[in-house]
C-alpha cells in the first residue's frame, strides 16, 4: 500500500476521532444517542474486505482512546476484539453486501461496548449493565448500523480504487 | 480483511500490541505516550468545538434571539450570584444557630473549658484542610472542548492542562460556582474532567438547612443521587446541597445540588435522595477549574 493511501486513511481516522469527540456531543447531548464514527468506519472497512482492516481498526481505536477517560487501549481493543469476532460471518457468508456490512457493524458495537462496559465495572464505575444495555446498546444497534450505510456506499468506492490491483 | 499469508502475523501482531497498551494503561504507564498526542489535538478539538458551537448557536436563531439569549445569559449570571450569596448566607444561618447552642453549652456548664475548632475530616484522613491560606480561590478559566466517547463515562476535556498548574484532584466549577467535577486526568495541554454524574464520582456533602451529611454520587441515566445519610437525620425536599469539605480533597460551600425527591423508605439502613444538579452537564462550555486547596 502507498504512504499516500496510509497517510489520508490516517487522517481520516484522526479526523472522525475528533469530531465524534468534539462536534457531536454539542449537537447530540445525550450520550448514548451518538454514534460511533470510528467504530463504524473500521467495521465498514473490515466488512468490505480491505486489506490491514485489523490494523486501521485497532490505530483508529487509539486515536478515538486519546479522547477518553479510559486508559489507551480500551476502545481499541474493544474494536479489534469486535472485528475479530464478526470475522465468524465468513462462516454464515451474506449475499447482499450492504446488509453484510450493517450485520458486521452491529456485531462489533455488540462487543466492543460489552468490554468497555466490563472496564467500567471493573474499575470501580457502578453502571448499571441493564440500563446500559437498553439506553445505549439498544439505540446504537440500530443507529450505528444505519450511518454504516453511507460509510458503505463512500467505503465501497474507496476501496474499489484504491484496491483494484492488489 | 485481507487475504494474504501475512494475516495470521498481523491479526497477532494487532492483538499483542492491543494487549500491550492495555496492561500499560492499566499501569498507568501509557501518560509519557499520550503527552505529544494531546498538546497537538487540545487546538484542533478547540478550534473544532468553537466553530460547532458557532453553528449551533446560528441556527438556533436570529439576531433577536440572540439578544435574548444575552440577557438570559445576563440574568443567569446575576441568579447565579444570587444564589452563592444565598447558600453562603444560610450557611452562616446555620452555623450562628450552632454557635449559639455552643454558647448556651458553656453557659449551662461554666465549669467546663471549651476550646473552638472546625471539623476537618472523619476517621483518619491525615492531614488535609489545616491549610491556613485565605478562602481566596484562585482558579484557571478553562474550555469545555471534547465529551469522553465512552457512554459509560461521563468525562469532558478542558483546554488547560499540566502547563497551566492543574493536578489531579482539582475542583471544577460552573456558573454559580455550581461544583462541575473534579480532574480526573491531567495531559500537558488538555485535563480530563470526571463530572459529578459520572459513576464513580463520590462527593462528601451537607444540607445546608437541616444540616444531614452524606454523599452524592453519579447514575447510569445521568442523574445525581444522595447516599449514605444516616436514618437518623432528616432529609427535607427543596433543601440545598453543598459540599462539606470532610476529607479535605473539595473546599467548603460549593453548591452541588438541590434535594429534588426522597426515594428511600424507614426500612433502608440509610436515607437517599434524588438530587438536581446545580449545573445542566449537558450545556457547560466553560469552567473554572480551582487551583488553590483549601
Known amino acids: 500500500m502507498r504512504l499516500r493511501y496510509v497517510l489520508v486513511i490516517l487522517a481520516v481516522l484522526a479526523a472522525l476521532s475528533v469530531v465524534e469527540s468534539s462536534v457531536l456531543p454539542v449537537f447530540l447531548t445525550a450520550a448514548g444517542s451518538r454514534p460511533n464514527l470510528v467504530l463504524i468506519a473500521t467495521s465498514v472497512w473490515a466488512a468490505l474486505g480491505a486489506p490491514y482492516a485489523l490494523v486501521w481498526a485497532f490505530l483508529g481505536g487509539l486515536m478515538a482512546d486519546l479522547n477518553s477517560a479510559m486508559p489507551p487501549g480500551i476502545y481499541a481493543f474493544g474494536i479489534v476484539l469486535g472485528n475479530l469476532v464478526a470475522n465468524l460471518i465468513e462462516f454464515a457468508p451474506i449475499p447482499i453486501r450492504w446488509f453484510r456490512a450493517t450485520t458486521w457493524t452491529a456485531l462489533v458495537t455488540v462487543i466492543a461496548h460489552s468490554v468497555w462496559l466490563a472496564y467500567a465495572n471493573a474499575t470501580g464505575h457502578s453502571v448499571d449493565v441493564v440500563l446500559s444495555a437498553t439506553s445505549v446498546i439498544l439505540p446504537l444497534l440500530l443507529l450505528n448500523p444505519l450511518a454504516a450505510l453511507p460509510a458503505f456506499v463512500a467505503l465501497d468506492r474507496v476501496t474499489k480504487r484504491l484496491f483494484a490491483g492488489m | ?294
Do not use: H, W
Request: net charge neutral; charged share 20%; hydrophobic share 45%.
Open chain 2, 1 to 294: 480483511m485481507q487475504r494474504s499469508s501475512a494475516r495470521p502475523l498481523i491479526t497477532l501482531g494487532v492483538i499483542v500490541l492491543a494487549t500491550v497498551l492495555l496492561i500499560l494503561g492499566l499501569t498507568g504507564g501509557s501518560a509519557a505516550l499520550e503527552a505529544p498526542f494531546s498538546v497537538a489535538l487540545a487546538p484542533l478539538q478547540s478550534a473544532l468545538s468553537t466553530v460547532a458551537n458557532a453553528i449551533a448557536g446560528a441556527t438556533r436563531g436570529s439576531s433577536d434571539v440572540a439578544e435574548l439569549q444575552n440577557r438570559l445569559r445576563e440574568a443567569e449570571a446575576e441568579r447565579d450570584v444570587l444564589r452563592l450569596e444565598n447558600v453562603r448566607l444560610r450557611e452562616f444561618q446555620a452555623e450562628v444557630a450552632q454557635y449559639r447552642e455552643l454558647l448556651n453549652f458553656s453557659r449551662a456548664n461554666p465549669t467546663y473549658s471549651v476550646v473552638g475548632s472546625d471539623v476537618i475530616g472523619l476517621g483518619s484522613t491525615g492531614c488535609a484542610g489545616t491549610d491556613p491560606r485565605p478562602r481566596d480561590q484562585l482558579g484557571v478559566c478553562a474550555s469545555v472542548i471534547a465529551g469522553d466517547v465512552s457512554p459509560y463515562l461521563r468525562y469532558v476535556v478542558v483546554n488547560v492542562g499540566a502547563r497551566d498548574g492543574v493536578k489531579v484532584g482539582m475542583p471544577v466549577v460552573g456558573g454559580g460556582f455550581g461544583l462541575v467535577g473534579r480532574i480526573g486526568q491531567v495531559a500537558e495541554a488538555s485535563s480530563q474532567v470526571q463530572l459529578l454524574v459520572d459513576t464513580g464520582s463520590f462527593i462528601n456533602v451537607q444540607a445546608v438547612e437541616t444540616r444531614a451529611t452524606g454523599t452524592v454520587s453519579g447514575r447510569t441515566d445521568g442523574s445525581l443521587v444522595l447516599q449514605n445519610v444516616p436514618q437518623t437525620e432528616e432529609l427535607k425536599v427543596g433543601d440545598q446541597l453543598v459540599t462539606s469539605g470532610l476529607s479535605g480533597a473539595l473546599p467548603r460551600l460549593l453548591p452541588v445540588g438541590t434535594i429534588d425527591r426522597i426515594t428511600s423508605t424507614d426500612a433502608q439502613l440509610f436515607k437517599e435522595a434524588i438530587v438536581r444538579p446545580s449545573v445542566d452537564f449537558n450545556r457547560i462550555e466553560t469552567v473554572l477549574v480551582l487551583t488553590v486547596k483549601p
